[in-house]
């Protein structure tokens, strides 16, 4: 027998009694185990963790570095079952089946979150410790509930932040040309400084060129208070409404002004009738069969700002008949509105309500933007009638059909 052929017989011996002494001993077997699914943690290898870790199909990521000296293994008090800690509260349990076949149950710790989530998840209660992995996973992937909260939040801090009294004889004009001088109460039902920067007026005001519309920049609002912020109007004009809008993306206001109580996502889940056990087995538990889905914030928000536009673009600011058309875009109480503020016998609509009031201009007419500024469908329109701009506050409804209808205009 040549030298190299010893040394192969001698290594199949080797490895011959390796494999023996590791099936001789269930501890090894789970220790090497251990040892291949944590290096494909610290991999992120997906398609491997989740050969032997079915469950894991609901984690998106697996991040945790680890020294393999530092992996311990302990046999737990069910057969063939252990228990793996990699440290700093890392660990898993890996179990035997009958066929001598291993794989991970569940985890803690293995899952990596991003840090903003993170964060947030914790402070309303979404992410707890002691969950494991699978658990955790399924509470962070619930992702409409932050768009959920985040929406009412905003709703909830534009009915406590409002306008009040209006004011319009610090200044009274004398005479047509001259330039009044009013004022609007603000008041701010929560409990924290609002900045002024944060929000405008619009005020809202009749002339003898039509309806148009001023803004007044912000003050600041104590929490729990008021102040009174100044506007300017011109002497032909009368002042009578204003409405607070807040200037800022609703993230940002949520980031800047929500305070979390830690009980945010279990209130959710209650409130909802939501089992995320039963949810993930592709169940659903008792109502929910007959409960409407209900609608996303966001993508409510992009089809209104298209029904908008495209009734604006088409009508309003476009050159086609809107009279054949009225009742697909408009409510019954809107339209007897319109039909009351037509001058002719045509039996038409002053679809010029929903404009500046503007007689004529040489610029360009156009929908500058579309925002949700109250709730119940209320939405700020910025645009440029003949060049000159002018914010229209319009409100809808849905009929029976879920389509969308104009319901007032200002």
């Known amino acids: 027998m040549t030298m190299k052929n010893y040394l192969k017989s001698l290594l199949a011996v080797i490895c011959l009694v390796a494999m023996t002494a590791c099936s001789e001993d269930p501890k090894a077997e789970a220790t090497a185990f251990a040892n291949r699914f944590a290096s494909y943690v610290a991999q992120n290898q997906l398609d491997s963790i989740r050969a032997v870790y079915p469950d894991a199909a609901e984690c998106d990521s697996f991040a945790v570095k680890f020294n393999p000296d530092s992996l311990t293994v302990e046999a737990d008090a069910q057969p063939d079952t252990y228990k793996v800690s990699v440290g700093g509260g890392v660990d898993f349990v890996v179990v035997k089946d009958k066929d001598g076949k291993w794989s991970v149950t569940s985890s803690h710790g293995l899952v990596a979150f991003n840090a903003d989530d993170l964060a947030f998840a914790k402070s309303v209660g979404q992410y707890k410790e002691g969950l494991t992995d699978v658990q955790l996973a399924r509470r962070m992937g619930v992702k409409e509930f932050k768009d959920g909260l985040v929406s009412s ?44 920067s944060d929000y405008v007026i619009i005020l809202f005001a009749d002339g003898q ?27 032909n004009s009368y002042v009578n409404s204003a409405m ?45 069969e007959t409960a409407p889905a209900k609608a996303n914030p966001a993508e409510e928000d992009a089809a209104v700002e298209q029904f908008i536009r495209k009734f604006y673009t088409t009508y309003v600011l476009g050159d086609a008949e809107f009279a054949p058309v009225a009742k697909k875009y408009c409510s019954p109480k809107l339209l007897k509105k319109l039909k009351a503020d037509y001058d002719f016998d045509d039996g038409g609509y002053a679809i010029w309500d929903f404009r500046s009031g503007q007689q004529d201009g040489n610029g360009k007419s156009e929908v500058k933007s579309v925002k949700r500024v109250r709730d119940g469908l209320v939405y700020e329109v910025e645009m440029l009638d003949m060049g000159h701009p002018h914010t229209a506050l319009v409100s809808l409804v849905k009929n029976e059909a879920g389509d969308f209808l104009f319901d007032d205009v200002k």
């Open 244 to 288: 607070l809008t807040f200037v800022i993306p609703d993230q940002q206001l949520f980031v800047k002004y929500f305070e979390a109580k830690g009980t945010e996502f279990d209130e959710y889940l209650k409130a909802n009738d939501i089992d995320l056990d039963k949810v993930a087995e592709g169940q659903k538990t008792a109502g929910d």
């Open 153 to 196: 939040f905003v709703k909830d801090l534009q009915s406590k932040v409002k306008t009040g009294r209006i004011n319009r004889d610090i200044h009274f004009p004398e005479y047509m040309a001259d330039e009044g001088i009013g004022a609007v109460t603000v008041t701010n039902g929560t409990g924290k400084t609002i900045d002024g």
């Open 209 to 235: 060129h039509g309806s148009g519309s001023y803004r007044a920049k912000g003050n600041s609002i104590p929490a729990n208070g008021s102040t009174n912020v100044r506007f300017t109007y011109a002497g």
